[in-house]
Nanobody, 116 residues
């Protein structure tokens, strides 16, 4: 299993970024996918979740109305569109796929910095 994130960078407050995660090594369309983030000194936080078909999504309260998770099963890719970014969104963002009770595969992460 391999998960490769991209799309991070430096953006001003109020700006937008779109993160991508390309998956390989498993039947992508059969699995739900998640985006997590981790800020310095904080625990890793589940940001968004999407069901295998894309019809079900959930978000942490702090990003509701600003972030949108989506997926393209034909491209084995999950996205995180982030709008109206805030300094507190600064973190390393990770793509995740659950694999059995308590298990998961992780990508290497992509850095997002929101700063003026």
């Amino acid at each position: 299993v391999q998960l490769v994130e991209s799309g991070g960078g430096l953006v001003q407050p109020g700006g937008s970024l779109r993160l991508s995660c390309i998956a390989s090594g498993f039947t992508f369309s059969s699995y739900s996918m998640r985006w997590y983030r981790q800020s310095p000194g904080k625990q890793r936080e589940l940001v968004a979740h999407i069901g295998s078909s894309g019809g079900s999504t959930n978000y942490v309260d702090s990003v509701k109305g600003r972030f949108t998770i989506s997926r393209d099963n034909a491209k084995n890719t999950v996205y995180l569109q982030m709008n109206r970014l805030k300094p507190e969104d600064t973190a390393v963002y990770y793509c995740n796929v659950p694999c059995g009770p308590g298990g998961a595969y992780w990508g290497q992460g992509t850095h997002v910095t929101v700063s003026s």
